[in-house]
């Protein structure tokens, strides 16, 4: 959902922002690290304690980073094959935050195993779905496709997280994992058999 409105909220919204930044001499990169770091400590050290909502306002602070640093890197010709390396790394560290804090808030105050083994499979079905494609991308294969892109998840979990909290419906994030446990677990399967038939299609590998 973050990719569809990429277009008006770098060109209206946060242009001020990449101009500032520039002007200042920060590189994307620092931005990135920043940025990562911010969702990281929001969803680390709120969530165990039950402060849900407001470590969702904390991590939206530093969210749109990553709008932030590929604009800033674009308008500044600063561009590089490390940029986008460093830059999806870190958002693996940044997504696997937000899932790790709520099994720490289910394995604390949320006290709800059920919802703790959930989360988990969300944290690691989430890196899977990331890493399938980047794996296919890496043997000249295409894996995009699917039902639940980084974007649609990070999005899906913080806003039902948020009114969750403040509305005392748990039920909303609750059923938001459920919801992000099919969807990547559909993507998974859809990309790994995109890319065996890709691969079927291809042949056997020469000697």
């Known amino acids: 959902m973050l990719d569809r409105f990429k ?8 242009a001020p922002v990449v101009r500032l930044f520039l002007r200042l001499g920060i590189s994307p990169d620092a931005v990135t690290l920043v940025g990562t770091l911010g969702v990281a ?20 602070c530093f969210v749109f980073s990553d709008l932030v640093d590929g604009q800033m890197a674009r308008v500044s010709g600063r561009v ?51 890493y399938s494609r980047a794996r296919a991308e890496s043997l000249g294969m295409d894996a995009k496709g699917g039902i639940a892109e980084r974007a649609d998840r990070l999005v899906a979990i913080l806003v039902l997280t948020f009114f969750g909290d403040v509305l005392d419906l748990p039920i909303l994030y609750e059923l938001t994992l459920w919801v992000l446990a099919v969807a990547s677990t559909y993507t998974v399967a859809f990309r790994v058999l995109k890319v065996r038939r890709q691969a079927l299609a291809a042949g056997p590998l020469p000697e």
């Open 7 to 14: 277009a008006f909220w770098q060109g209206v919204v946060l």
């Open 41 to 60: 400590a929001g969803a680390l050290v709120f969530f165990p304690q039950g402060m849900l909502w407001e470590g969702v306002v904390f991590i939206t």
């Open 80 to 130: 590089s094959t490390f940029g986008a390396f460093w830059d999806s790394t870190l958002d693996r560290l940044g997504d696997g935050a937000i899932f790790g804090g709520l099994v720490l808030y289910f394995a604390g105050p949320g006290d709800d195993y059920l919802y703790l083994c959930l989360a988990l499979y969300c944290l690691v079905m989430g890196s899977v779905t990331s």
